[in-house]
Every structure is written in structure tokens, then in C-alpha cells.
């Protein structure tokens, strides 16, 4: 479902006001963004008669549908606690116009139709943005946002970047800009670079439902750029991919775990640049166990672990992170100033971890992500999903671990099954998941008998 929004960049001299999210908001959490939200059912409502009045006969309002107008003076009054209505009548408002329309792409699962509203100011008013929204706020020249971005010390969508780069050459513009992700999905992939230097692309993968995408991310710099997990779901998903890379260097293929939505057609990546190809040795010996010697046939393997460089970006140090516990030979990649950490399969942004087969152990998967956490990035991205701000995704999953593992010690203290404790836990999940949700039940087992040993 795509959902109408609206969103306010309020411009006065050189400047714009921008917020950054709390990294605890479920849609785009630590992203900057311009304030703003979805238009709701009473906003195509008619509000008082002096309002109505305003709407339909100033010419700053008219012009626009009027919803559009309602949700965009709500919004502005929830978010920063300014009257758009009022700061019209006071004459405080020079223009409003919309600068473009940005739709969410498919593979995101919070999907709006936003309408960007440039708002110049006659003078510059207070903005205070509410706490809950926004952990902080300010005034600044687009291109000195755009030279954070520029250092992975921001994350934004496209269509804000888009925005910035738009008005940092002139911030007056009035020129319609499209926003809307530019690729064309019969031929290519998606791409987002929502940190600077970390591309995501996301092709259609065999990964477990809710999720249908793996991340795909291509990091480094000129002349050491490693592509991370290509592993698309087809050959045609494969064929688009390469479409996707034309005009990128790839001098590399790096592999996070061995599980086949992170690797599979990896090595056709790695014969058709012409690289080698990188991961742990448990990764390597699995992939070899489970596919057999000539999957890596007529490829260079290089075997690679804990604290080794995988590569630059951004002239930083790229380190590697061993994080087992959903798979034993995982490793994690980030630079060296920790501005951000691709996780693997540790968190998702869509769906749940799985623990559990030869290859998983909770102890040690609990003990990853306090790792990460005591590590403190300032951006993750996971295998699945979009990028998010900070630790708290993973502060959860670790907190809803241990909830977990008290509600099993509790029904084996009243004498309960495995079987039993599955129904009592995962009654309302799918049916063709609760297999899945077994080896969960199953690592947490093995970790309160190895704690118990101890």
C-alpha cells in the first residue's frame, strides 16, 4: 500500500532546516529528512471557516489540493511546532511551491507518495522539533549537509540528497525535480547510497519470506571496490545485476556466510570480472561441503577472518568483524571510524534471525550482538532491509533474546515440551515457519544447558 505524504523544507537565505530521526522510529530510523508525515482521513476534511477561507483564496495555499495543504500545516504544528496558517497571515511566508514528488520504492515496506513543499521564509521563525521524532535539528547551507553525506557522517534517502543537490546550486529553484529512484526494472536493479560510499543494491533473492531481497553492497575505492554477497535468485535476476554494474569497478567478491541467499551465482560474479573471491574459511569449507569441489572451479580463493583489511573507503581502513552465532564463519565488514557496519545476517530489517542447525549457536549470537553493540556504529545495514541509525534494532533483538530464553526456562520449569513450548510461543506465526522457529527453541535449549555446565 502506497500511502500520500507531505513534507516541508523550510528555506530562509542560504539556508534549509533539517532533522534527524530517532534512531527508535520504525520508518527510516537515524535517517536526516525534512519534516513531515502521511496525510490522514481527517486532513481531507474541512477545518473552521477562516481557515477554509484561507485555503481556497490565498494565493500561497489555492494552488495546491487542499488536503495536501491541511496535512502539511498538521504535520508542521505536530513536528516543529509552527502554524503554517498563521505565519501566511502574518506575511511571514514569501512562497510555497512544490518541488517534486518522491515514491517509495518497492522493496521498502513502508511505501509513500511524498510531496515535497519548499517554504521560504521572510524571516527565519523558531522551529523547536518535537524530541520524539527528531534526536536533533538545524539550520544549515545544503551544501554543507551534502559535505557530511559526503564523509558517511549522514544517511538519507535519494529523494532528500536529490533535494539537497538541487538547492546547494541554487537554493531559490523552482523547477520541478523527479525524485522517484531511477532504474528501470526490467533491465537492472535497484541501487540506493543512502550512506556515501556503502551502494546497496538490492536484487530479488531466495531468502526466507517475509523477505524476498538480499543486499548486495559494493564499498571501496577506486581500484579496491569489493562487491558484498551478489547472490541473485535467477539467471535473468543474475543478468540484470550485471547490467546494474556496467558502469562500476569491481575488483572483488566478498562473502559474508555461507548460506545460499548471500552467495549463489557468486562465483559467476567473481568469473565475469575476472576477480577473486573472499570469505572465512568455515565459509568456504561449508559452501564446498554443501556444493561441491567445483563451485569455486577456475576462481581465486582467498581465505580471510577477524581483524584483517578487506579494503579502503573514503581513504578509511575497511575491517573485518567475526560475528558468529547465526552461522559460524560470518564475518562483518566496517570502516575503521565505525561511521558504519554491514551486519550480515546478525539483525534484519525485514523478518527474523533464525539460530540453529550445525552452523548457529545462541550463546554465541547473543555475544555478537552485544559485541556490536559495545562497538557502537553509526549506521548499520543489515542483509535485509534498509540501513538504520544506531544500535537500537539490535539492542532489541538482544533484549527480546533474553525474553525469549526466560519464557523457555519458565516452561521447562512447569514441565513443558519443546513441542509444547513452540505452540505457547510462536502461536500466531505461519505455519510453514514454525520449523524455523524449532531451531530457535532449539539453540536456546543448548545455550541454558551450556550456561547451566558452566
Not at 357 to 367: I, Q, V
Request: aromatic share 10%.
Amino acid at each position: 500500500m502506497i500511502r500520500e505524504a507531505v513534507s516541508g523544507i523550510f528555506i530562509f537565505g542560504s539556508e534549509v532546516f533539517i532533522t534527524h530521526r530517532q534512531n527508535y522510529l520504525r520508518a527510516f530510523p537515524g535517517y536526516h529528512a525534512f519534516p513531515g508525515g502521511k496525510v490522514d482521513k481527517e486532513d481531507s476534511l474541512e477545518g473552521n471557516e477562516d481557515d477554509q477561507r484561507l485555503f481556497s483564496e490565498d494565493p500561497l495555499l489555492r494552488k495546491f489540493p487542499g488536503r495536501f495543504m491541511r496535512a502539511l500545516n498538521r504535520e508542521m504544528k505536530e513536528e516543529l511546532g509552527v502554524d503554517i496558517l498563521k505565519l501566511v497571515k502574518n506575511k511571514k511566508i514569501i512562497d510555497i511551491h512544490e518541488i517534486g514528488i518522491g515514491i517509495t520504492p518497492a522493496f521498502n515496506p513502508y511505501r509513500y507518495d511524498t510531496h515535497f513543499y519548499i517554504i521560504e521564509l521572510a524571516e527565519k521563525v523558531l522551529l523547536d522539533a518535537a524530541k520524539d521524532e527528531a534526536q536533533d535539528a538545524y539550520w544549515s547551507s545544503p551544501s554543507d549537509i551534502l559535505k557530511s553525506y559526503k564523509k558517511a557522517k549522514v544517511m538519507a534517502v535519494p529523494p532528500i540528497i536529490m533535494i539537497l543537490e538541487a538547492l546547494s546550486s541554487d537554493i531559490k529553484r523552482r523547477d520541478y525535480i523527479e525524485l522517484s529512484l531511477k532504474y528501470n526494472p526490467d533491465s537492472e536493479i535497484p541501487m540506493i547510497e543512502s550512506v556515501y560510499g556503502v551502494k546497496q543494491f538490492i536484487p530479488m533473492s531466495n531468502t526466507i519470506p517475509p523477505a524476498d531481497r538480499t543486499n548486495s553492497f559494493l564499498i571501496g575505492d577506486k581500484g579496491e571496490s569489493f562487491l558484498v554477497d551478489p547472490s541473485p535468485k535467477n539467471k535473468d535476476e543474475k543478468e540484470k545485476f550485471f547490467k546494474s554494474l556496467e558502469s562500476h569497478e569491481v575488483n572483488g567478491v566478498f562473502l559474508t556466510h555461507h548460506h545460499k541467499d548471500h552467495h549463489e551465482f557468486a562465483p559467476d560474479f567473481a568469473l565475469h570480472f575476472g576477480v577473486p573471491l573472499l570469505c572465512s574459511e568455515d565459509t568456504f569449507q561449508r559452501i564446498k561441503n554443501i556444493w561441491g569441489e567445483n563451485y569455486f572451479r577456475g576462481i581465486e580463493v582467498k581465505v580471510v577472518g577477524e581483524g584483517d583489511q578487506l579494503t579502503h573507503s573514503l581513504g578509511k581502513k575497511v575491517i573485518l568483524y567475526h560475528v558468529p552465532g547465526h552461522d559460524e564463519g560470518q564475518l562483518a565488514l566496517a570502516n575503521e571510524s565505525l561511521d558504519w557496519f554491514i551486519a550480515g545476517d546478525l539483525i534484519q530489517g525485514v523478518g527474523t534471525v533464525v539460530v540453529g542447525g550445525p552452523e548457529g549457536n545462541m550463546k554465541k549470537y547473543m555475544n555478537s550482538l552485544d559485541r556490536v553493540i559495545q562497538l557502537a556504529p553509526k549506521f548499520i545495514f543489515p542483509s535485509h532491509g534498509i540501513g538504520l541509525g544506531g544500535t537500537f534494532k539490535i539492542e532489541e533483538t538482544l533484549k527480546h533474546r533474553f525474553m525469549r530464553e526466560n519464557q523457555i526456562k519458565r516452561f521447562l520449569g512447569e514441565g513443558k515440551s519443546k513441542e509444547e513450548i513452540l505452540e505457547l510461543i510462536y502461536h500466531d506465526i505461519s505455519p510453514h515457519l514454525l520449523p524455523l522457529a524449532m531451531k530457535n527453541i532449539h539453540s536456546h535449549l543448548e545455550k541454558i544447558e551450556e550456561d547451566e555446565n558452566e
